[in-house]
């Protein structure tokens, strides 16, 4: 998504800080309408991981990408974290 950001706005990178902060706001303004939804669910951090910034954390995301076939993986012992497994193989090109 900030690739697609920076080329859009011909500049060389977006701030990922910042990026993240937006992508937070429209997460939570979708999750709050009835109609008109974003599927923000299906915007992932890096190397697939899900965000546990989301509404409901990691398990309303991983619940909605598992509706659509999506297989999550959980990695770690302590500080588990979860990511889409094979996540390359649904990612859209701008």
């Known amino acids: 998504m900030r690739d ?3 080329k859009k ?3 060389d990178f977006t701030d990922p800080m910042t990026t993240g902060i937006f992508v ?3 997460a939570w303004a979708s999750y709050q ?3 008109d939804i974003t ?3 299906r915007t992932l951090k890096s190397y697939g991981e899900l965000n546990a910034k989301y509404p409901e954390a990691i398990e309303l995301q991983k619940r909605l990408l598992e509706e659509e076939g999506h297989t999550i993986i959980a990695k770690g012992t302590k500080n ?3 990511y889409v497994k094979d996540f390359e193989d649904s990612l859209i090109e701008f």
């Open 4 to 6: 697609y950001l920076a």
């Open 9 to 11: 706005n011909n500049v």
């Open 24 to 26: 937070s706001i429209v």
């Open 33 to 35: 309408r009835d109609e």
């Open 39 to 41: 599927p923000y669910w």
């Open 80 to 82: 588990i974290k979860y």
